[in-house]
């Protein structure tokens, strides 16, 4: 039969050699000490607990062991009595790599001071990209209630099989089912709409007719597309036409930032809508409409609050999302909810709270506008506030979230693939968080940054005239630097 005859015979437990080699590495270790005239004075019990074994094992009485250490907290936050670094050694460290960046603009600021410790034209204004978000962000921030949601709304329609898909200027609710996450983070579903109506409407004709409601911006948002885009923007995935209402981010995947969009999200949220009503049967027609007066609410999901909606803005620089942010704050001081209107609502909130907003002109709120011009002194103007130390400033409270929304040096967001390892701004990776923007020959980066002696600062940097791939890695590295040197 197999196997007789050749019993194994059972090996030492693991623990049993584990323990024997200690034992074995003590020895050695006491003998050595003792050769060398080192005194050994620990107690039987006491050498084993030092070197992790049994007391019993050495022949020591058991103690209760002592009573846990109370652990020492080091993470805390950065103090403003680290030394601030000086012009001379900021100029040391920067205006080389400056040099090979082409029309380069911006300053770096002590936000515990307010002191403007190095600068490069700093007024002058540059072509922004997507740092455009930082003013509508802290526009959002300063007017809007953080704790604001927009709601994307079902209603009866003007007959009794009809619905309205009221806008609410939600550009995050989801096509997804619960449980699987979109690029949007806690956004709405539209399943959850749908269940809602559908319980309303128990008992009543099948819906045959969506109406779409975009009245909640001026003719539905205009021709949804701003001056100065490109007109391929929307196939390439980097934004779709701003209406009121739509799904995640008009987007053919929810899954991936930049990928094809529609070019008519009302309407498709608006038939997606009507499809999951019919759960198979007759699709509704779909058409442009006007919720009814007085109409009744068959149901009704919510945004996440503005203060994410920032922070997601600002992470992914979403450009469908930082153009709600922008038509929100022109709805609150009561401008027209367009582009125009957006970009003048921005303006005017930020010159409201005492941020320099000279030099500015927007024609848009996401800066993907080759049209937008803003100089390093807005940027600086919105984050050095945003950075101070909390005092009795009321805008250092209200601009905070902005820090929280910036991307991570290599971490996440659009910093996520940068700063790698063995690059020349890797000893910026995870201290550097910032802004990004990127156009074809406009580019930008704008945060704060940690001193090699723990002093924060504020940077801007934009660079015109000079393609990504050569200005990217170097305004990187121009905020590495600022990490690597005290600069004193």
Same mark, same amino acid.
């Given at each position: 039969?197999?196997?007789?005859?050749?019993?194994? *015979?059972?090996?030492?437990s693991s623990g049993v050699r584990?323990?024997?080699?200690?034992?074995?590495? *003590?020895? #050695?270790?006491?003998a050595l000490l003792a050769g060398?005239?080192?005194?050994?004075?620990?107690?039987?019990?006491?050498?084993?607990?030092?070197?992790?074994?049994?007391? +019993?094992?050495?022949?020591?009485?058991?103690?209760?062991?002592?009573?846990?250490?109370?652990?020492?907290?080091?993470?805390?936050? #950065?103090?403003?009595?680290?030394?601030?670094?000086?012009?001379?050694?900021?100029?040391?460290?920067?205006?080389?790599?400056?040099?090979?960046?082409?029309?380069?603009?911006?300053?770096?600021?002590?936000?515990?001071?307010?002191?403007?410790?190095?600068?490069?034209?700093?007024?002058?204004?540059?072509?922004?990209?997507? #740092?455009?978000?930082?003013?509508?962000?802290?526009?959002?921030?300063?007017?809007?209630?953080?704790?604001?949601?927009?709601?994307?709304?079902?209603?009866?329609?003007?007959?009794?099989?009809?619905?309205?898909?009221? @806008?609410?200027?939600?550009?995050?609710?989801?096509?997804?089912?619960?449980?699987?996450?979109?690029?949007?983070?806690?956004?709405?579903?539209?399943?959850?709409? *749908?269940?809602?109506?559908?319980?309303?409407?128990?008992?009543?004709?099948?819906?045959?007719?969506?109406?779409?409601?975009?009245?909640?911006?001026?003719?539905? +948002?205009?021709?949804?597309?701003?001056? @100065?885009?490109d007109p391929t923007d929307v196939?390439?995935?980097?934004?779709?036409?701003?209406?009121?209402?739509?799904?995640?981010?008009?987007?053919?995947?929810?899954?991936?930032?930049?990928?094809?969009?529609?070019?008519?999200?009302? =309407?498709?949220?608006?038939?997606?809508?009507?499809?999951?009503?019919?759960?198979?049967?007759?699709?509704?027609?779909?058409?442009?409409?006007?919720?009814?007066?007085?109409?009744?609410?068959?149901?009704?999901?919510? =945004?996440?609050?503005?203060?994410?909606?920032?922070?997601?803005?600002?992470?992914?620089?979403?450009?469908?999302?930082?153009?709600?942010?922008?038509?929100?704050?022109?709805?609150?001081?009561?401008?027209?909810?367009?582009?125009?209107?957006?970009?003048?609502?921005?303006?005017?909130?930020?010159?409201?709270?005492?941020?320099?907003?000279?030099?500015?002109?927007?024609?848009?709120?996401?800066?993907?506008?080759?049209?937008?011009?803003?100089?390093?002194?807005?940027?600086?103007?919105?984050?050095?506030?945003?950075?101070?130390?909390?005092?009795?400033?009321?805008?250092?409270?209200?601009?905070?979230?902005?820090?929280?929304?910036?991307?991570?040096?290599?971490?996440?967001?659009?910093?996520?693939?940068?700063?790698?390892? +063995?690059?020349?701004?890797?000893?910026?990776?995870?201290?550097?968080?910032?802004?990004?923007?990127?156009?074809?020959?406009?580019?930008?980066?704008?945060?704060?940054?940690?001193?090699?002696? +723990?002093?924060?600062?504020?940077?801007?940097?934009? =660079?015109?005239?000079?393609?990504?791939?050569?200005?990217?890695?170097?305004?990187?590295?121009?905020?590495?630097?600022?990490?690597?040197?005290?600069?004193?």
């Amino acid at each position: 039969m197999s196997g007789e005859g050749h019993r194994a *015979v059972p090996a030492p437990s693991s623990g049993v050699r584990r323990w024997g080699l200690r034992v074995l590495a *003590v020895a #050695v270790v006491v003998a050595l000490l003792a050769g060398l005239g080192v005194g050994v004075t620990l107690s039987a019990p006491s050498f084993a607990r030092a070197v992790g074994l049994p007391v +019993g094992l050495l022949g020591g009485a058991t103690a209760d062991p002592p009573d846990p250490a109370t652990p020492q907290l080091r993470l805390a936050a #950065v103090g403003t009595d680290a030394p601030a670094p000086t012009e001379a050694g900021l100029a040391t460290a920067l205006d080389a790599r400056v040099a090979a960046l082409g029309d380069v603009t911006g300053a770096v600021i002590d936000p515990a001071t307010g002191t403007t410790l190095w600068s490069r034209r700093p007024s002058e204004p540059q072509v922004p990209a997507s #740092v455009t978000k930082l003013l509508t962000g802290a526009a959002a921030l300063l007017r809007l209630d953080p704790t604001m949601r927009w709601t994307t709304t079902v209603v009866a329609g003007p007959t009794p099989d009809s619905i309205v898909l009221v @806008g609410g200027g939600d550009p995050t609710l989801s096509s997804l089912p619960a449980g699987r996450q979109t690029v949007y983070p806690d956004a709405a579903r539209l399943d959850d709409l *749908v269940a809602a109506v559908d319980a309303a409407r128990a008992g009543q004709p099948a819906v045959k007719r969506v109406l779409v409601d975009v009245s909640r911006y001026e003719n539905g +948002g205009g021709a949804g597309v701003a001056p @100065g885009w490109d007109p391929t923007d929307v196939a390439s995935g980097f934004v779709a036409p701003i209406v009121p209402v739509m799904l995640d981010g008009g987007r053919s995947d929810p899954t991936v930032l930049d990928i094809p969009r529609t070019a008519t999200p009302a =309407s498709d949220a608006a038939r997606e809508l009507g499809a999951r009503l019919a759960e198979g049967g007759a699709a509704p027609t779909v058409a442009v409409g006007t919720a009814p007066p007085g109409a009744p609410v068959l149901g009704q999901v919510a =945004s996440p609050p503005t203060t994410e909606l920032v922070r997601t803005a600002l992470q992914n620089s979403d450009n469908v999302l930082a153009e709600a942010l922008g038509r929100e704050v022109a709805r609150a001081v009561g401008e027209p909810t367009t582009f125009d209107g957006a970009a003048r609502a921005v303006t005017r909130v930020l010159d409201e709270a005492g941020i320099d907003t000279a030099g500015v002109t927007l024609a848009d709120t996401s800066g993907l506008s080759v049209n937008d011009r803003v100089p390093a002194t807005a940027l600086s103007g919105v984050l050095a506030p945003a950075a101070a130390p909390a005092g009795p400033d009321p805008r250092t409270a209200a601009l905070r979230p902005l820090l929280d929304g910036l991307p991570v040096a290599g971490g996440g967001g659009t910093l996520a693939d940068r700063y790698a390892p +063995g690059t020349p701004s890797a000893d910026g990776r995870g201290w550097v968080r910032a802004k990004t923007g990127t156009l074809t020959a406009a580019n930008a980066l704008a945060g704060v940054v940690d001193t090699a002696d +723990g002093r924060v600062l504020v940077f801007s940097f934009m =660079s015109n005239g000079v393609d990504p791939g050569t200005a990217r890695p170097r305004l990187d590295a121009l905020a590495a630097a600022l990490h690597d040197c005290g600069c004193r």
